[in-house]
Nanobody, 126 residues
Framework: QVQLVESGGGLVQTGGSLRLSCVVS??????????LGWFRQAPGKEREFVAT????????LYADSVKGRFTISRDNAKNTVYLQMNSLKFEDTAVYYC?????????????????WGQGTQVTVSS
């Protein structure tokens, strides 16, 4: 049973940086074909794609809104995926979720991911 646990959220000022971590457990060999994605959801808004990475190949894909500011990476040996967030803006404020899926290659849609963490709050002061 795949489990994902996010951490690293907090309160930062505009222009600051934050690094989120997601520890994955319970996955067997098929995990090599998984995509690990980051999504975010603000109150009253739909869940929004942020970034995704293929676990074994390392290919990445970013939303236009975070491109150049956020970096997704993974440490396969530690079963951990990271989201480094720089130059944070007020509009980045949301609950950030880590997700895993193997249906398609680097999917953007939440429905393509099968496993989800509980989320971690990121608040950027204006």
């Amino acid at each position: 049973q795949v489990q994902l646990v996010e951490s690293g959220g907090g309160l930062v000022q505009t222009g600051g940086s934050l690094r989120l971590s997601c520890v994955v457990s319970g996955a067997g060999r098929p995990f090599n074909n998984y995509n690990l994605g980051w999504f975010r959801q603000a109150p009253g808004k739909e869940r929004e794609f942020v970034a995704t990475i293929h676990w074994s190949l390392g290919n990445t894909l970013y939303a236009d809104s975070v491109k150049g500011r956020f970096t997704i990476s993974r440490d396969n040996a530690k079963n951990t995926v990271y989201l480094q967030m720089n130059s944070l803006k007020f509009e980045d404020t949301a609950v950030y979720y880590c997700a895993a899926g193997s249906r398609r290659f680097l999917p953007r849609a939440p429905g393509e991911y099968d496993y989800w963490g509980q989320g971690t709050q990121v608040t950027v002061s204006s």
